[in-house]
């Protein structure tokens, strides 16, 4: 090279390094570097708020129960060779624990996910593979990601999950192989009051996870087949995850968090109930696919189809009046069982089967033996809940 030759290229492999080059680490941002990233990916996650609110949104949202004692860990890909807030974020994302139950013939264990969300890289430094080399090391890594053996519950992490929002194949390469993700879409409805179900508040969640909990764990510990069964916990930390999100960002837009959080029918052993939030992706346009979903669906006897849709059908039509007040697109109920299907169809009720192929595809990584595809796991409860 000639004395006059310009230093560019030093400077470029400063800031975009090979991405199989071994400067590179995966580590922890500052606080400054998490706010850093936090302003870079409001335009793809923040639409509905402006950069200010999402910035709040996002620091608050570490300090609520799920998040809070290490339950959420923020993840960056920099060059090890330079300072902190010096450093290029090359790419980057987070991880929330969560509590789940495993059961193999019958014996079931309690244990705890990952679950990993707002994978990011900033437009410049697209394509160049550094959210694959970020993937490609986190996925082994959560393995043991704050694995105790001394703890119950935190003695293994049998494994990791997401949600795509870039179709079934990105982070299949890197082993979360996609399950499942079908929803039933209900349309808004005006009030149709009186309602024959009764709305939830948020008073109420506590208790009905409780017994919620009970139910998910009979329901793997009779499971027959020879699968592996896996469920995340539809417990109050994880409900109350997106209820303050929700409250966040309805007082953000609203001026007003909403009151209802589900709804429920029937007498105590032969209950239905959902709990629900509302989700808003960006502005308040039918575009923006701004969504009550239903969080959780519970039936506590499955015997009565005709009993029970006809509770549904109450409990449907508070969700879609609901949808209609906060101006949602539609409603969404993810993965329905067999009988929750046929539920649906005795409602009577207006509503679309669809099955996702770009969007909030669940994907799960499994640690252990076998394939881990859904020919030898069944991902039990697989609705919004478990979103992240
Ligand atoms: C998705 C994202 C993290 C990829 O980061 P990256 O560092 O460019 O990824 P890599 O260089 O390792 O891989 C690039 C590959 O990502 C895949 N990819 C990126 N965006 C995609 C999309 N919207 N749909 C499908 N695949 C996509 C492509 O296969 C691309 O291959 P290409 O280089 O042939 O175009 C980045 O594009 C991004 O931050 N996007 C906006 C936020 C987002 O959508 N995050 C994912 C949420 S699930």
Same mark, same amino acid.
């Given at each position: ?9 030093l400077?470029?492999?400063i800031m975009?390094?090979d991405?199989?080059?071994?400067? !590179? ?6 606080a400054?570097?998490k706010?850093?990233?936090?302003? *870079?990916?409001?335009?793809?996650w923040? $639409?509905? !708020?402006s %950069?200010?609110d999402?910035?709040? @949104? +996002? ?8 998040a ?8 960056i890909?920099?060059?090890r060779?330079? =300072?902190?807030? +010096? ?8 991880? !929330?624990?969560?509590?789940?139950? %495993?059961s193999?013939?019958?014996v079931?264990t ?15 430094? @697209?394509?160049?593979?550094y959210?694959?080399?970020?993937? @490609?090391?986190?996925?082994? *890594?959560l ?7 001394? $703890? ?11 949600y ?11 082993g979360?192989?996609p399950f =499942? ?12 009051k ?11 969640i506590?208790?009905?996870c ?7 764990r009979r ?6 087949d020879?699968k ?6 539809p ?13 966040f ?11 209802i ?5 029937g ?10 939030t @509302?989700?808003?992706?960006g502005?308040?346009?039918p ?5 009550l979903?239903?969080? #959780?669906?519970?039936?506590e006897?499955?015997?009565?189809v ?6 549904? #059908?109450?409990?449907?039509e508070?969700?879609?009046?609901e949808?209609?007040?906060?101006? !949602?697109?539609?409603v969404?109920?993810w ?17 679309s089967e669809?099955? #996702?192929e770009? +969007? ?6 499994w640690?252990? +033996?076998?394939?881990g ?14 979103w992240?």
């Amino acid at each position: 090279m000639g004395e006059n030759t310009p230093t560019t290229t030093l400077t470029d492999s400063i800031m975009a390094p090979d991405s199989r080059s071994e400067s !590179l680490i995966l580590t922890h941002p500052t606080a400054e570097e998490k706010l850093a990233t936090w302003n *870079l990916n409001s335009v793809n996650w923040g $639409t509905a !708020l402006s %950069v200010a609110d999402y910035l709040e @949104r +996002e620091q608050y949202l570490t300090t609520v129960p799920l998040a809070r004692n290490g339950g959420i860990t923020h993840w960056i890909l920099v060059d090890r060779s330079l =300072p902190p807030n +010096e450093r290029p974020i090359l790419a980057s994302c987070e991880s !929330l624990r969560k509590p789940v139950l %495993v059961s193999h013939n019958g014996v079931v264990t309690e244990a705890f996910t990952h679950g990993i969300g707002s994978v990011f890289s900033q437009p410049k430094f @697209r394509g160049k593979g550094y959210a694959s080399r970020m993937l @490609r090391e986190l996925g082994p *890594l959560l393995k043991d990601w704050q694995v105790d053996p001394k $703890t119950p519950g935190m003695h293994t992490c049998p494994f990791s999950i997401l949600y795509s929002d870039i179709g079934k194949k990105y982070y299949a390469k890197f082993g979360w192989v996609p399950f =499942p993700s079908t929803h039933i879409a209900f349309p808004p409805t005006a009030s149709s009051k009186p309602f024959t179900a009764t709305p939830l508040a948020e008073s109420d969640i506590e208790e009905l996870c409780a017994t919620d909990e009970q139910y998910i764990r009979r329901s793997l510990e009779n499971a027959q087949d020879a699968k592996i069964h896996v469920a995340l916990m539809p417990n109050h930390d994880v409900m109350q995850w997106h209820h303050k999100r929700e409250n966040f960002v309805s007082r953000k837009i609203f001026g007003k968090s909403p009151l209802i959080k589900g709804a429920i029918a029937g007498d105590v052993g032969s209950r239905v109930w959902a709990i629900c939030t @509302r989700a808003f992706y960006g502005p308040l346009k039918p575009e923006s696919g701004n969504t009550l979903h239903i969080l #959780r669906l519970v039936v506590e006897d499955e015997a009565d189809v005709e009993a029970n849709a006809a509770k549904l #059908r109450g409990i449907l039509e508070i969700a879609q009046a609901e949808a209609k007040e906060w101006q !949602l697109g539609h409603v969404e109920l993810w993965n329905p069982t067999k009988i929750v299907k046929q539920m649906v169809k005795e409602t009577g009720l207006e509503h679309s089967e669809v099955e #996702r192929e770009e +969007e909030s595809i669940a994907s799960l990584m499994w640690y252990g +033996e076998g394939s881990g595809t859904s020919a030898d796991i069944e991902w039990v409860g697989n609705e919004k809940y478990g979103w992240c």
